[in-house]
């Protein structure tokens, strides 16, 4: 018996999901446990795996159409078994059939009934003028799905008859060396009123400069990915959402290197990251305002504080949360942040962990940035920058010296972290990270 391939629902607050790529096409054989499509969702993109063998008969929501959680996108089961609604899709022993040799398709409906579509169905027909009850359906339970209003094909009323084709006026020599060089003289621009040697000339060199440049290859149109989507729409909310000021201060980073040395010493591997983890959940605890939200003109103190740390993907970012940094050990934050950026990157990662966050830390450092202004992390009221360290020369106790410098950059919700508070913040950040035994008072 056919599998049906489900939307499925990530999270208690997901109610839809956008089919994000699909891993097989129809007809493939598809192991239990292998990757057969990718979701994106509003936060990350996850990989769905098959639970059963079999081949994947169809495919019933294309890459890029967002559907309802627990909708069927497609079939699975054995070669030669149809799935409900239609008939067998790959026969037993072979290969898809070709698109003549399928089942017809269903017939259009009464103009003004209702149709049932899916959102993205209905998008296309709308920029397309298409009557979505002429749309014969082919998804399940009757449902338009995209594909079919990209294949509908109107019936056009006859069409007049088309007045004979006028011939290009054009000399007898532009006639002659068109022939000779296979030039369309209905191509070529004239210039006084007839085509002549001299507009060929120039057609010529038009075409060959386009080729030496590339100017009919120049551009190129790609639809966003669900996940580019996601982070567009979260980068806009957020900048017209938060009034922000962004704070840059130095850091000597000379205790906290050697601190990382001692700690290497006895088989502690933590990275700079694990540190800042740790380090700035201290200081979170002493700055209530870094570390609440802004809710309908009221703010929130968390009496808890989720650190995001911000995962770079090749197609995007994701910001996963340990949940109460401020009351794990180092080396629990350590393999916390090792286990939730492989997860990340392998789109396994669980929705629970993208939510809840009160305060972000993103690190550019290691692409030797010196200085940005990262984007507040929705709802939360700041994020830190974390910034390349470097060699500089600096003096110390009137003694010019060379010492290891890392710059932060703290960007805050003006409303309700006013620049005082903000500097004061990163002041005690500085000082834990210059003096590392300072975590311990």
Known sequence: ????????????????????????????????????????TDKLTNDVESEVDGVLLQILVPEGETVPCKTVVGWIGAAGEAVPGAEAVIPAGGEAPAPEAAAPAPAARPAGEYVPATPYAKKLAKEKGIDLAAVPASGYKGVVVARDVESFKPVAAPAAAAPAEEKTKSSPLAEKIAADLGIDLAEVKAAHGRVLAE????????????????????????????????????????????????????????????????????????????????????????????????????IVYKHYINMGVAVALDNGLVVPNIVDADKKSLQEISAEVKELAKLAREGKLPPEKLRGGTFTITNLGMYGIESFSPIINQPEVAILGVNTMEDKVVVRNGEICIRPIMNLSLTADHRVVDGSVAAQFLQRVKSLMEKPALILA
């Open 1 to 40: 018996m056919a599998t049906e391939l489900l939307m499925p629902k990530l999270g208690l607050t997901m109610t839809e999901g956008t089919i994000d790529e699909w891993k097989k096409k129809v007809g493939d054989t598809v192991a239990k446990g292998e990757i057969v499509y990718s979701v994106a």
């Open 199 to 298: 507009d060929i000339l120039k057609y010529l060199e038009n075409t060959r400069e386009k080729a030496e440049t590339g100017a009919g290859d120049r551009e190129e149109v790609k639809p966003m990915s669900g996940m580019r989507k996601a982070i567009a729409k979260n980068m806009l909310n957020s900048v017209q959402t938060s009034p922000t000021v962004t704070f840059n201060l130095s850091i000597d980073m000379t205790e906290m290197k050697r601190y990382r040395e001692q700690l290497k010493a006895e088989e502690i591997k933590v990275s700079y990251t694990d540190l800042l983890v740790k380090f700035v959940s201290k200081a979170l605890t002493e700055f209530p305002l870094l570390n609440c939200s802004v809710v309908d003109n009221k």
